[in-house]
């Protein structure tokens, strides 16, 4: 309420100026300092400023990014309000939030509530969402539902990387360094080569590695020279061909290369005993991860008449993936859970057509087609094995490997995802029209349809040779537990049950497999209303109304899902004031939520379900402020209230640490009222620098400080307290620290920079899980291990950078 008012204030001291401009909006403005950063942005089909544009969005160039030390979306997340970007261990991918909402769906045909975009290309993996950002003109983060111009599956916003654009004007480059501690190497390169009038060539590559951050505990099952879980080695190189045909034709030819051999991430103890060092493990299975994404793309412009343009987006994508992750993390000794992905292929194919107006006239329109596929294919196994409580007991002693290969008479198990053909064909149509009723009052009206099919062919879910009961050592185990127990000359039980890629099947596995396939077709529209109006030539409001949906999901077994809806609300504010010298920006949002979109793990299976409903209220505020040449003061802040308004279900956790199970003696309840996950109530990020004149160039310090408030972090819908486990689903309110020292000497040859990220080496809780279910691991009956993905720990480095 107070950020509320404070935009109602600041509104009401430019009706001053508002009048005057409401009868005289062709004057031009007053002589000022305009040395604000200007960038344009496309995310209403139309080249923008940032500062025109009706929208919730925030963008940063290049630059800005290199010198924030940003090396993708999950280093940028201070940097935009409510954003938060999740780790994930088993897929390669990460999970996207914003203002409270996302999506923790990373499988084959699962969608993110986050759309992720580059070169106005739709990424329809969440892996998509790790690559690296190098050599961009810019990236911009639009908040909210846009669903009108980006359709399915953008209810939380939209993320576009925009990459540099090949020019035929003249040879330029650019390079840098970045050695840091964990033995961070950094290297990049840009060059731009015209090869004629009308055609020219950029050629952009990046290479990041570093080690771990997640030391082996004494006993871990490793290899000498084993990959520290944390460690990176990300490769990225692009060619961009720009030609053109005619001064009204030209197309743009990008080809997009990048991979991921690093480790992966792992789950840590969220209730670290005292003394214990957070980022160690006792690991059993090393990570491993081999992605590759390669992207061919076309643009093409061209204007077939005076005030017409047209535009067409193409591109075919391949991603695949294999990976091996300890989902245990040795929180069991004598117990060894493996995920992995044997093999994965995700192909996506996309085609989009737009035709928008560009003479000079109060209307002002866009319409366009949309066509989508998709088909993934992937095999996931997981591996469970349980050695006797005396060879455990022996290991200990001598000191050795905590975990060994199960032999006669002890557990082991497995399961395989073995999805051939999962697909997916959307296509949709959409227009957006906006008119000028007079030099400070527009209109802005648009919809879109969309219709989708979805489905799975012949998946099959395999237990072999049944899946695991919790059996506690030492308890009289079940038929189906012994079932589990490794015979003599019996299968092939090893270090990978029923792999690495083995065939498996009824003869093979002993088990009657689970079917997966399933058909899914819906369509749906989404519109858009919005009015703004200009209070000065420098102050934009608008007020909006926006709907929009996510695609229904399809999950183990072949059950499906009703796709998520959303009605938003907003109310913004974008302002240059005090002679322009301070940028602020305001915006006030109500969105609506209809059978809001879940995904849990449950008994070591996916499910994916709707909530009735859910409402999120905020207030975000961005700024940037120069009270002088040399000083800069930027940042933002958001506050946020993220409820279920209305969602029946059953607190997994705390039934098992009452000895209930959800379903039978443990009660289902409404837990409306209950806090969204990654919604704290405050959150702020505030960043200074300062310009300082040397002898031989110009040293500039800076420093960033980010603070949020107690949050949710946990998974499913209870934030509320787990019996004996206090706290363990919540993240305390906390604050992080960045710092940097900048040179850069008169002739601006180069750029050498010293940089502290975390500097406090703060340790931020993601996603706190508990491991007895959902690994499948032998606890009691109510024995409850927490745990959790983490922020990286403090780390520094050198940059050095120069552009020709």
């Not at 033995?183 to 570093?210: C, F, G, W, Y």
């Not at 951050?213 to 879980?229: E, H, I, R």
């Not at 030209?250 to 789950?267: C, E, M, P, V």
Request: charged share 20%; net charge neutral; glycine share 8%.
């Amino acid at each position: 309420m107070k950020k509320t008012i404070l935009a109602l204030s600041i509104a009401q001291i430019a009706l001053n100026g508002g009048a005057a401009y409401a009868q005289q909006a062709s004057d031009a403005p007053a002589a000022s300092n305009d040395n604000m950063e200007k960038i344009i942005v496309t995310a209403t089909r139309r080249d923008t400023l940032v500062q025109d544009t009706p929208l919730a969005i925030t963008a940063y160039t290049q630059d800005t990014l290199a010198n924030n030390q940003v090396k993708d979306l999950a280093t940028m997340t201070a940097m935009v309000p409510s954003l938060v970007v999740e780790p994930h261990s088993d897929s390669g991918g990460v999970h996207v939030y914003m203002r409270g909402v996302g999506s923790a769906n990373h499988t084959e045909l699962g969608d993110p509530a986050v759309a992720f975009y580059v070169d106005g290309i739709y990424v329809p993996r969440p892996q998509g969402a790790t690559a690296l950002m190098y050599d961009l003109n810019h990236v911009e983060v639009a908040r909210g539902p846009q669903g009108t111009l980006n359709g399915r599956n953008s209810t939380a916003g939209a993320v576009n990387l925009v990459s540099g654009a090949p020019s035929t004007a003249k040879v330029f480059g650019s390079a840098s360094v970045i050695i840091g501690d964990y033995h961070h190497v950094q290297t990049q390169a840009m060059i731009n080569i015209p090869l004629s009038e009308d055609i020219a060539l950029r050629i952009a590559a990046i290479k990041d590695q570093h080690d771990g951050y997640v030391d082996f505990l004494k006993g871990s099952n490793v290899m000498p020279g084993a990959q520290k879980y944390g460690a990176g080695n990300q490769t990225g190189a692009r060619a961009s061909l720009l030609w053109k045909f005619t001064p009204d034709l030209k197309a743009t030819f990008i080809a997009d290369y990048y991979s991921d051999t690093g480790a992966g991430n792992i789950y840590l103890s969220a209730e670290p005993k005292p003394g214990q060092n957070l980022r160690s493990a006792l690991i059993d299975t090393p990570g491993n991860l081999d992605q590759s994404i390669i992207t061919a793309k076309t643009k093409v412009e061209w204007r077939p008449m005076d005030g017409i343009a047209t535009q067409y987006l193409g591109a075919w994508s391949r991603l695949k993936r294999t990976n091996a992750s300890d989902a245990d993390a040795g929180f069991y000794p004598g117990f060894k859970a493996e995920n992995r992905t044997e093999w994965s292929q995700f192909d996506s194919v996309s085609n989009e057509v737009q035709v928008r107006s560009e003479y000079e006239s109060p209307l002002q329109w866009v319409g366009g087609l949309f066509f989508f596929r998709e088909k993934n294919k992937v095999r996931f196994d997981i591996d469970r094995s349980q050695i006797s409580e005396a060879m455990l007991a022996q290991d200990i002693a001598n000191g050795s490997v905590i975990f060994v290969q199960p032999t006669v008479g002890q557990y082991a198990s497995a399961m395989s995802f073995i999805q051939g053909d999962r697909e997916l064909h959307s296509k949709a149509a959409f227009a957006q029209a906006s008119y000028d009723l007079d030099p400070v009052w527009k209109l802005t009206a648009g919809a879109r349809y969309t219709k989708d099919h979805k489905f799975d062919i012949g998946g099959q879910n395999w237990a072999c040779p049944n899946w695991p009961d919790n059996a506690p050592r030492g308890a009289t185990l079940t038929p189906s537990q012994i079932a589990q127990l490794v015979t003599p000359g019996v299968g092939t039980i090893n270090t990978h049950n029923i792999g690495p890629g083995g065939v498996v099947n009824q003869a093979t596995c002993g088990n009657t497999y689970g079917d997966n396939t399933a058909d899914l077709a819906y369509g749906q529209a989404t519109w858009l209303g919005r009015v703004e109006y200009k209070l000065a030539p420098d102050i934009l409001t608008f007020a909006s109304v926006t709907t929009g949906f996510h695609s229904p999901a399809i999950g183990d077994g072949g059950a499906t899902t009703k796709p998520e809806k959303l009605t938003s609300y907003e109310l913004g504010f974008k302002s240059d004031l005090l002679n322009k010298q301070l940028s602020l920006n305001i915006d006030a949002f109500w969105m609506k939520y209809k059978d809001k979109l879940e995904s849990q793990v449950v008994n070591n299976t996916l499910q994916n379900f709707n909530a009735a409903g859910a409402s999120v209220k905020g207030v975000e505020a961005e700024w940037m402020w120069r009270p002088t040449s040399v000083d800069r003061f930027s940042g933002n802040a958001t506050w946020l209230k993220a409820r279920y308004d209305d969602f029946l279900s059953c607190d997994v956790d705390a039934a098992r640490a009452n000895g209930q199970v959800c379903g039978t003696t443990a009660p289902t309840v409404n837990v409306g009222g209950t806090v969204l996950k990654h919604a704290p109530t405050f959150a702020t990020t505030l960043m200074y620098e300062r310009d300082f004149d040397v002898s031989k160039g110009r040293i500039t310090p800076r420093i960033s400080a980010h603070y949020e408030t107690k949050s949710f972090v946990g998974s499913g819908a209870f934030a509320n307290d787990v019996p004996g486990h206090p706290g363990v689903k919540m993240q305390d309110s906390y604050t992080t620290l960045d710092l940097s020292l900048r040179f850069e000497p008169r002739n601006k040859a180069y750029t050498a920079e010293l940089f502290v990220n975390n500097a406090t080496d703060k340790e931020v809780k993601y996603d706190a899980i508990e491991v007895c279910t959902q690994v499948g691991a032998p606890c009691q009956p109510t024995q409850q291990i927490w745990a959790a993905y983490y922020n990286n720990p403090r780390t520094f480095g050198a940059r050095v950078s120069m552009k020709f």
